[in-house]
């Protein structure tokens, strides 16, 4: 089956750490950029960070520059999300969604895995 299986999400203090992984299986993991969007309640779905290794290609949205950091580790099929400094803003549910070289769309998307962030 095509999947992307996130996990990593927790509980964590104002100015704690988490690392957020994204498991990829079914697909070509080769073939794809992943990126990680995050949705808090009442608000719009949010890109945080995306890396495409074959390109060469690492962003970050302004909120999380230098503080989160994206990486991948192509032979565990796996994508992570370093996330330090977190603030309660950070508060939200995280995803995962790979997107295929040449195509706009994130085709596939894994389940959130929840992060909260206490003042």
């Known amino acids: 089956d095509v999947q992307l299986q996130a996990s990593g999400g927790g509980l964590v203090q104002a100015g704690g750490s988490l690392r957020l992984s994204c498991k990829a299986s079914g697909f070509s993991f080769a073939d794809h950029g992943i990126g990680w969007f995050r949705q808090a309640p009442g608000m719009e779905r949010e890109g945080v960070s995306y890396i495409s290794p074959s390109e060469g290609i690492r962003y970050h949205a302004d909120s999380v520059k230098g503080r989160f950091t994206i990486s991948s580790d192509n032979a565990k099929k796996t994508v992570y999300l370093q996330m330090n400094s977190l603030k309660p803003d950070d508060t939200a549910d995280y995803y995962c969604?790979?997107?295929?070289?040449?195509?706009?769309?994130?085709?596939?998307w894994g389940q959130g895995t929840l992060v909260t962030v206490s003042s």
């Open positions: 969604a790979a997107r295929r070289y040449g195509r706009s769309r994130f085709e596939i």
